[in-house]
């Protein structure tokens, strides 16, 4: 199992540019989940997908949207890119959002918006 | 608006001591969860407290949860260096909010030697 994987790893982008971070997880679990970890404020949950076919925002969605493309894979879109959104990103899985399971994280993609 | 906040935020440590993290949280929640992070590496799930009470320890560290005082505690016994990590702790919304976990701003913790 390669658990939780997050492509790229790394990323430059100019303002104005748009790109798509992918996440994809082999653990048949249901929920997903994006977030944006900045330095001295934890991580923030950005969106959320309970279930295949579901997203929800979280607590900063603005300037981001989400695609649950399948089970597997959950994808977040900056359509354009501001130095704002210089960030580490980290996507997660977990069995069931309602069950209260511990979320697996990916690896993280640090992106940088010049 | 949930508030989740750890304290210290940064605790510098000899090897052979012991020490307690702090995890405060402003609105009923019943499921907390503490993440060790390595540096520049990603978030590994320590415990899962999930109710009033809940104690669960592992090697060196041990977590408990107070759902009446909305505080949990990470306690260190016996320091090593293979502990130096940042350390967060994260709350769950109770009702339909499942799944959208608050953090706290994290704890780095150095163990010297």
């Known amino acids: 199992n390669a658990g939780v994987t997050q492509t790229p790893k790394f990323q430059v982008l100019k303002t104005g540019q748009s790109m798509t971070l992918q996440c994809a997880q082999d653990?048949?679990?249901?929920?997903m989940y994006w977030y944006r970890q900045d330095p001295g404020m934890g991580l923030r949950l950005i969106y959320y997908?309970?279930?295949?076919?579901?997203?929800d925002k979280g607590e900063v969605p603005n300037g981001y949207n989400v695609s649950r493309l399948n089970k597997r894979e959950f994808s977040l879109r900056l359509e354009s890119a501001a130095p704002s959104q210089t960030s580490v990103y980290f996507c997660?899985?977990?069995?069931?959002?309602?069950?209260?399971?511990?979320?697996?994280f990916g690896p993280g993609t640090r992106l940088t918006v010049t | 608006e949930l508030k989740v906040e750890q304290n210290p935020l940064f605790l510098s440590m000899q090897e052979g001591k012991n020490y307690t993290i702090y995890c405060n949280y402003s609105t009923t929640s019943d499921r907390l969860y503490w993440y060790r992070q390595d540096p520049g590496k990603s978030l590994e799930s320590l415990f899962v407290l999930l109710s009033n009470g809940a104690v669960k320890q592992e090697g060196r560290l041990m977590a408990s949860l107070d759902t009446k005082a909305r505080l949990s505690t990470l306690h260190i016994t016996a320091a090593v260096h293979d502990l130096s990590a940042t350390y967060f702790c994260a709350v769950d919304r109770s009702g339909t909010s499942y799944g959208k976990l608050t953090f706290g701003q994290g704890t780095i913790l150095t163990v010297h030697p």
């Open positions: 997908s309970a279930s295949e076919g579901t997203t």
């Open positions: 997660a899985s977990s069995p069931l959002a309602f069950a209260r399971d511990e979320q697996y």
């Open positions: 653990m048949n679990h249901n929920s």
